[in-house]
């Protein structure tokens, strides 16, 4: 029997600095949405926990190592990602040390540190704004 064609599964990483009155940001090097603000994330691996991917993808986009606090929640609409289905898996992270200075590395062309309260006139790749919203970090900005 034939393997069954399946979506591909990805995970994005909402991370606050400052406070937790700062997003970070890549401005993607690649198309789909080449040029665009998105939150750092990317593809799991096989073999891989969508955790450890979260770390794994964030780590090599922004050179920051994180923590997860939560999980956002898992975004599916087929529509989401212009290639193809494609399912992710949406963290709330914080870095684990200070120490670490952000900066685009791999999949970035460029890094951002954007204040929360400036986050809803930018315009996010792939559905990215809706996992910031659905985070819950946008419910206490003016």
Known sequence: ??????????????????????IILIRRKNPPFQGQFALP????????????????EVKEETNISVKIIKLIGVFSDPDRDP?????????????????????????????EVVPLSNLSSLKLAFDHMEIVKSSGILDNID
């Open 1 to 22: 029997m034939p393997k069954p064609i399946t979506p591909l599964l990805t995970v994005d990483a909402v991370i606050l600095i400052n406070n937790k009155k700062d």
């Open 41 to 56: 994330g990317g593809f799991v691996d096989i073999g891989e926990t969508v955790e450890n991917a979260c770390i794994r």
């Open 83 to 111: 290639r193809r289905h494609t399912i992710t898996v949406a963290f709330l992270c914080e870095p684990l040390t200070k120490k670490e200075k952000p900066k685009a590395l791999d999949d970035a062309a460029a890094l």
